[in-house]
């Protein structure tokens, strides 16, 4: 996989912060979200979209989601998830303590408000997996601020094979997982972009292309080009 390409962009896909568009200060970050079925390979690309982008490099970190279910082998507490009673998780919500939740086989799942607040205001661009109803959530608040992007599998067959191939999952698991993922994909149209997620590395790098060109929104820049369009002296 190419590093250290050059780029205006305010040191995305290169060894090294730069100054310019794109970078703290200038603009608000944006939310990429990252949606699509079980065995897409959506996780992985957002673990490698971080590897390439994640600060300070290009100033993109990953929202980490609360949830209620235990933590499975392997996972760690405020790394993959930020792991929480319900009761807790209860009292968040009716705070407005997160931007959006979901029940997934009987566990909760949030969002938490403030972290993405924050770093949106600082420049820094929010990657989140979540699915087609966080996506509408999100949007409803955030609609300014949110791409999606919707990852699909190259086929039904070969998705089947990679759910089975995890052996995470008991036959009837499967078979759910199947048959939400036929839903999900029925729903793709409401996303920014649709990927097929054939080649890791190909999809990364549309990935990539698709991030590069939201940075240069001029919305984005709204803030920045009223402050250098003010006559000097106000302000």
């Known amino acids: 996989m190419p590093q250290n390409r050059p780029d205006p962009v305010g040191g995305l896909m290169t060894g090294r912060p730069q100054q310019g568009p794109g970078r703290a200060g200038s603009r608000r970050g944006l ?66 303590e997160l931007l959006e939740t979901a029940e997934l086989y009987g566990h909760r799942y949030g969002t938490p408000r403030a972290f993405v607040q924050d770093r949106l205001g600082q420049g820094v661009d929010v990657l989140l997996v979540l699915d087609a109803n966080g996506r509408q959530q999100l949007a409803r608040t955030h609609a300014a601020d949110l791409v999606s992007i919707f990852v699909l599998p190259p086929s039904a067959e070969e998705l089947e094979r990679r759910l089975r191939s995890r052996g995470r999952d008991d036959e009837p698991a499967i078979t759910r997982r199947l048959e939400a993922a036929r839903e999900e994909v ?39 080009i009223d402050q250098v369009a003010r006559p000097t002296g106000q302000g």
């Open 31 to 96: 939310l990429l979200l990252l949606s699509g079925p079980s065995g897409c390979g959506k996780s992985t690309l957002a673990r490698l979209l971080l590897d390439r982008h994640g600060r300070p490099v290009g100033s993109l970190e990953r929202s980490v989601s609360v949830t209620t279910r235990p933590p499975r082998s392997g996972e760690m507490d405020d790394r993959d998830y930020i792991f929480m009673t319900a009761r807790h998780f209860a009292d968040m919500a009716s705070r407005g």
């Open 186 to 224: 029925a729903g793709c149209e409401l996303y920014d972009y649709v990927l097929v997620n054939q080649n890791l590395d190909v999809t990364l790098d549309a990935i990539d292309t698709i991030l590069r060109a939201e940075r240069l929104r001029r919305e984005r820049f709204s803030l920045f």
